[in-house]
């Protein structure tokens, strides 16, 4: 087996009974929670003021690390004959790919202050270190059958979504219409007013903004019953998905592996 094929087989998912596989999977994965760490960590001015020299330092090492993994990822994934071939076309649509995107957003901030950008904008793009997190689904089988719920509900997931929005536009512009006159400065236009829907519908209800005349009440009412009804969709939504799934498993784990006859 050829350098580049078996880097690929390491870089990738570990497979049963592969111990070098599974060691960097297991190296990247502790790396990735202690970066989050780290970030959550830089936040507190105290431990900054005090650790923070140990924080960067520990930042560089592990920019090191994960740009060393992406290069390794875009060098061998051409061993992939099946989704990346093409020595060229192959590691484009391998970079273009979400998970590869994600790795190369978990290293692009460090590199980006020293290419002359606004530091501000910096300052703010820095947080998408906290997309690390995100690298976990590689190795994860869990997030990977929650991946699969969300791909087989997608429909479903799409039309409640539009509904929600839709209640959300509908209910904006019918409190705008009756509470603006009584209370221009709390409704003052149809966007602001959105606000107070979006609160409503998620039960959240903050209490800056509230209606004050009879039917405004009164739409209110029927606009937080109603919030309460579009967010248990989604919910039974994906719970029906995770049950299907875990059959589906069930199934095929009591199959034979060789024949997939019934055992």
């Not at 209606?211 to 029906?240: D, H």
């Amino acid at each position: 087996m050829s350098i580049k094929n078996r880097t690929w087989e390491i870089v990738e998912a570990a497979k049963p009974g592969d111990l070098a596989s599974k060691a960097f999977d297991c190296s990247i994965l502790g790396l990735i929670f202690l970066n989050v760490l780290a970030v959550i960590a830089a936040s507190v001015a105290s431990i900054q003021k005090q650790y923070g020299h140990f924080l960067y330092a520990f930042e560089i090492i592990s920019v090191v690390v994960f740009s060393f993994e992406y290069i390794l990822r875009l060098w061998s994934c051409t061993s992939d004959k099946e989704h990346y071939s093409n020595s060229i076309k192959g590691r484009i649509r391998f970079a273009i790919n979400p998970m590869a995107l994600i790795d190369l957003a978990a290293i692009l901030p460090f590199y980006l202050p020293f290419i002359g950008i606004d530091l501000r904008f910096i300052r703010a793009l820095r947080l998408m270190r906290i997309v690390r997190v995100a690298k976990v689904g590689r190795y994860s089988t869990s997030l990977q059958m929650m991946k699969r719920v969300i791909v087989s509900k997608k429909e479903e997931l799409l039309l409640t979504t539009y509904v929600l929005v839709l209640l959300l536009v509908v209910s904006a512009c019918i409190m705008y219409h009756f509470e603006n006159p009584a209370q221009p400065e709390a409704f003052p236009d149809i966007p602001s007013t959105m606000w107070w829907s979006v609160v409503t519908l998620t039960t959240v209800s903050y209490g800056d903004i509230c209606p004050i005349t009879p039917i405004g009440k009164f739409i209110a009412s029927i606009m937080a019953i109603l919030g309460i009804g579009m967010f248990a969709l989604p919910t039974g939504i994906l719970g029906a998905g995770f049950v299907e799934e875990i059959s589906t498993n069930k199934t095929k784990a009591a199959r034979c592996p060789h024949c997939g006859k019934d055992l």
